[in-house]
């Protein structure tokens, strides 16, 4: 009596790459979050006595979330863009993004504000950064 015994090829399945509607959704829930954290900064910022006005003029509580809303739009444009055409698209994304927010310094740094209004500026900078580039990052294959 001879027993056959079947033998099976590994199959080596291609790990799988979040689609485009992953990449926006995750995209939409960090802007969200980093814009609502930005606010939050900007408010915590005010409560303990730092200004917001720059040029005389204060930049109010909701202004934050919305540049940071629209900038994140901006980045999810660059996602999609780098998902389509780099070669290694999280790599590219996070190399793009920490210099763009490392870029987005200099106004805040150029601005006629006191030295407390610059820190807070950059500030809420990191931490939309920090909250958008890793979610997007996670995204990208």
């Given at each position: 009596?001879?027993?056959t015994?079947?033998?099976h090829a590994?199959?080596?399945?291609a790990?799988a790459?979040?689609?485009?509607?992953?990449?926006?959704?995750?995209?939409?829930?960090?802007?969200?979050?980093?814009?609502?954290?930005?606010a939050?900064?900007?408010?915590a910022?005010?409560?303990?006595?730092?200004?917001?006005?720059?040029g005389?003029?204060?930049?109010?509580?909701?202004?934050?979330?919305?540049?940071?809303?629209?900038?994140?739009?901006?980045?999810l444009v660059i996602?999609?863009?780098?998902?389509?055409?780099?070669?290694?698209p999280?790599?590219?994304?996070?190399?793009?993004?920490?210099?763009?927010?490392?870029?987005?310094?200099?106004?805040d740094?150029?601005?006629?504000?006191?030295v407390?209004?610059?820190?807070?500026?950059i500030?809420?900078?990191?931490?939309?950064?920090?909250?958008?580039?890793?979610?997007?990052a996670?995204?990208?294959?």
């Open positions: 009596m001879s027993t015994t079947a033998t590994p199959t080596t399945a790990p790459v979040p689609g485009l509607g992953s990449l926006l959704l995750t995209g939409s829930i960090a802007a969200v979050a980093a814009a609502a954290a930005t939050a900064v900007a408010a910022g005010q409560a303990v006595g730092l200004s917001t006005a720059v005389g003029a204060p930049i109010p509580t909701s202004g934050f979330a919305v540049l940071t809303l629209i900038f994140s739009v901006v980045g996602a999609t863009a780098l998902r389509r055409f780099a070669r290694h999280r790599t590219a994304w996070i190399r793009s993004t920490v210099a763009l927010t490392a870029l987005s310094f200099v106004p740094l150029l601005v006629d504000a006191a407390s209004t610059r820190v807070l500026l500030v809420t900078h990191v931490v939309a950064a920090a909250i958008v580039i890793p979610a997007v996670r995204r990208l294959a």
